[in-house]
């Protein structure tokens, strides 16, 4: 037979420091390069322009009762209108707001020029974004001092006018009597200006509040003003709105102080700007917001980590919101032409940024990460965005790639597979050139990986075609094991990953050590002369990712860190690869009872060197011999003591996790790049490697119920009735074990349970007999049973006893 039948028993970026850009002056010699993956520190407004290479439409627009003691500014062309409710066609210009200042986070300047092992032209490559790659704290301490902006001195400002009690009193009264004249004059106050702004905000009006930690502002204060805005009166929110439009008017003369970035850090959460019909404030706000200096970004950034989880998924949804009605507006006439905002969604990427940034440096982070993904981008030409990404080198042309946290990792796999097909398609396609040119007669087998093994010789077999096919990594995969007919129509592809990846992963074969208290496989230390087994497990996860498999495999979180760790190959050899900081955290993913010891470690209160007697070394057993290693120059003579405790702790880990298994996890990188070397391995986090290598663990069982074909059955037959009636009363275990029994994996792909292609078949048998799974095509084959206590008992069995049965 040729698929994997599981017949059950009758009675189983290394983090890649982000460093501060410097501002460039002048024009850049031209160079092919990408743009830059915008780190959320950036504070250029490069790429502010999407597509558009005309001048950028200045705040020029705004209701003549907002500035009716301002004079008449010259006529300028294509006026921006804003709009709001109740006020009609009321419009004065102001052109005194430009903001076109621009500067470049520039890839040599904090990285190597990098290329690929392939084809592909070498490229000088764009800084990562800062994501779960590179958690560094940010700090002013450590800018340049020509990036520190002078510090000003604090504007005086206004008297305090109310407290939040008093407020809270107020709106009360108002609400009872319907008087809300000290309400509006409130609102009318404290929205007027940034320094009335502060006066009303700030918990010291006399305190500075220069630090990055505490932003000095009463955030109980300003929930409880905006909570109440929503709910007064239309003339009291119109004007809290013209006294944002007045502060965004004023004209800036050097660095902002640190009450300027209060006011703008207050004015964010008006959850006004959730309504469209405020949106051209709001992006306003957001353009003044982007093009603020490095410095101030950190200020901003580290201010948003302290904000509640409901406010800060408060700020990151209004934004996506924001970025999906400018791409997909329901009422194209509520917004100004996109060739007069064409500003808007780089302004809004580069505030979510901040945002991004914030959200990473809180452990655990305020919302996941998947809560940054806008779906609204499935819907867009992502290989347009993809190209423009890798195409326009030093212009200002704007890529959502260059913000891949707002990519969803269904949108990445899609962008990753068509960047594999394309090289695919140029890989054959100079195979067949290369033929014709030579006068050979061309063969179809050249268009494909065709791998032909023993099953008795799986891995030698499969080592040998790999290294003698090295060129013909990145065509199609078709495998066929020797003595046995059949065409590869997919079913022996994922029959060869299953039965190589369940042989290589046993603990017999040495390679990977199995943790039981984790579930996980991580990397055997054991020295060895030749760690080519270990490239070619890398070449078959790159396999498995770029032909669309789904593997069976169980490494922790950290194995993805290094593995993009960088996310592409150095041109220098010699440069190290799959070497990232490693924690405590990281080490309690593999070895958690270790990771706990050292933890107590630290904690100790007592006399480390006296009570632990132990020295700068580490033991292993390697074969049955104890082998001691110094975890740092003459550790074996240095004592760990109260002291040097964390740094002792610190290079444990990294022994354990890099130094102890540097050249096996060399050699795995190096086969796993050799076949998905491509750009678009820098816009992933780790865990959305693992998700496009392993799948996803969430389960959602209705939707398998909506997508499952059937062979023999329909969807209203009895049996089918109690086969569904039982799954989905399965508690999540029975779940994922059904899904392993049927498909080799108790995880999804990437598309979700539709991209699975389940298929019930009917299974002309008795009823006595077990169900039976083809995994190879992610079939169940189902006997007829009569009664639903009979299904389920006989489900159970299969699913729960399938191990060491079926075809090896």
Not at 576 to 595: K, R, Y
Not at 634 to 652: A, F, H, M, S, W
Request: charged share 20%; net charge neutral; proline share 7%.
């Amino acid at each position: 037979m040729s698929e994997v039948d599981q017949v059950p028993s009758p009675a189983a970026p290394s983090a890649v420091a982000a460093t501060a850009p410097e501002e460039k002056k002048g024009k850049e010699p031209e160079r092919e390069k990408l743009p830059p993956i915008v780190s959320a520190g950036a504070c250029a407004t490069a790429g502010l322009d999407r597509g558009s290479k005309g001048q950028i439409s200045t705040f020029s627009s705004f209701i003549s009762t907002v500035n009716q003691k301002k004079e008449a500014a010259e006529n300028r062309s294509s006026p921006t209108h804003l709009v709001f409710p109740n006020i009609k066609n009321e419009y004065v210009t102001n052109p005194t707001i430009s903001h076109q200042f621009y500067y470049h986070r520039s890839g040599p300047s904090h990285q190597p020029s990098l290329t690929k092992p392939t084809a592909l032209p070498v490229r000088d490559l764009p800084p990562i974004c800062l994501d779960v790659r590179q958690k560094q704290r940010i700090s002013t301490d450590a800018l340049s001092s020509e990036m520190k902006p002078p510090v000003l001195p604090e504007p005086i400002l206004p008297v305090q006018p109310k407290t939040m009690k008093d407020f809270l009193e107020d709106v009360e009264k108002a609400k009872s009597s319907g008087d809300w004249k000290t309400v509006h004059d409130f609102y009318l106050t404290m929205f007027d200006s940034f320094p009335e702004l502060n006066a009303a905000f700030k918990k010291d009006a006399s305190a500075s509040f220069n630090t990055i930690e505490d932003s000095g502002i009463n955030a109980k204060f300003v929930n409880a003003v905006y909570d109440a805005l929503l709910n007064t009166p239309q003339d009291i929110q119109k004007t809290v709105l013209k006294g944002i439009i007045n502060s965004l008017l004023r004209e800036w003369k050097g660095p902002r102080t640190k009450d300027d970035l209060r006011a703008y850090f207050i004015l964010l959460q008006n959850p006004q700007f959730n309504n469209t019909s405020t949106y051209v404030i709001y992006a306003h706000l957001l353009r003044q917001i982007a093009t603020l200096v490095e410095a101030d970004h950190h200020f901003l950034v580290h201010w948003f980590k302290k904000l509640s989880q409901k406010r800060f998924k408060q700020l990151v949804e209004r934004l996506l919101q924001f970025i999906s009605l400018r791409l997909f507006p329901a009422k194209p006439e509520e917004f100004p032409p996109i060739s007069k905002c064409s500003w808007w969604i780089p302004s809004a990427s580069k505030v979510l940024a901040l945002l991004n940034t914030a959200n990473n440096l809180v452990h655990p982070p305020l919302i996941p990460y998947t809560d940054f993904y806008n779906s609204t981008l499935d819907h867009i030409d992502l290989m347009e965005e993809y190209h423009t990404w890798q195409s326009f080198g030093n212009s200002h042309r704007f890529s959502f790639c260059q913000y891949p946290f707002v990519i969803s990792v269904a949108a990445k796999k899609i962008i990753i597979q068509r960047d594999s097909e394309q090289q695919m398609i140029s890989i054959a396609r100079q195979s067949l050139v290369d033929k014709v040119s030579r006068r050979q007669r061309p063969d179809m087998n050249m268009l494909f990986l065709n791998m032909k093994v023993r099953r008795t010789h799986l891995v030698s077999d499969s080592l040998d075609e790999l290294t003698r096919k090295r060129a013909d990594l990145k065509k199609k995969l078709k495998v066929t094991f020797v003595g046995e007919a059949g065409l590869d129509m997919g079913g022996l592809t994922k029959e060869w990953f299953l039965l190589l990846i369940r042989q290589i992963f046993h603990p017999d074969y040495g390679m990977f050590t199995y943790h039981k208290d984790s579930y996980c496989h991580w990397f055997s230390s054991f020295k060895c002369d030749n760690y080519s087994e270990f490239r070619l497990v890398g070449i078959l996860m790159g396999l498995a990712v770029y032909n669309s498999i789904t593997l069976d495999i169980r490494f922790p979180p950290c194995c993805y860190k290094k593995l993009l760790s960088p996310p592409i190959v150095p041109n220098d050899q010699s440069m190290p690869v799959g070497i990232c900081s490693v924690t405590t955290d990281d080490l309690c993913q593999i070895m958690p009872e270790l990771a706990h010891g050292l933890s107590e470690l630290l904690s100790y209160e007592g006399n480390v060197e006296e009570d632990f007697y132990s020295t700068f070394q580490v033991f292993q057993e390697e074969f049955g011999i104890i082998k001691s290693y110094n975890l740092k120059p003459g550790g074996d003579k240095i004592p760990v003591t109260n002291q040097n405790r964390k740094e002792y702790v610190q290079l444990y880990i990294d022994f354990l996790l890099n130094k102890s298994i540097y050249k096996q996890f060399a050699a795995f990188y190096y086969g796993f790049h050799s076949v998905c070397a491509s750009n678009a391995l820098m816009l992933l986090r780790p865990e959305e490697v693992e998700i496009l290598v392993c799948g996803s663990p969430e389960l959602d069982m209705h939707a398998l119920q909506r997508s499952t074909q059937y062979d023999g059955y329909v969807k209203t037959d009895l049996t089918i009735r109690y086969f569904w009636d039982v799954v989905l009363g399965f508690p999540l275990d029975l779940q994922k074990k059904l899904l392993h029994f049927t498909t080799g994996s108790d995880r999804v792909p990437v598309g979700g349970m539709a991209d699975l292609n389940f298929k019930i078949s009917k299974n002309e048998t008795s009823t006595n007999w077990l169900p039976v799974a083809h995994t190879c095509f992610n079939q169940l084959c189902l006997p007829p049973y009569k009664s639903k206590k009979d299904l389920k008992q006989k489900l159970i069995i299969g699913i729960s006893n399938s191990e060491g049965f079926g075809l090896e």
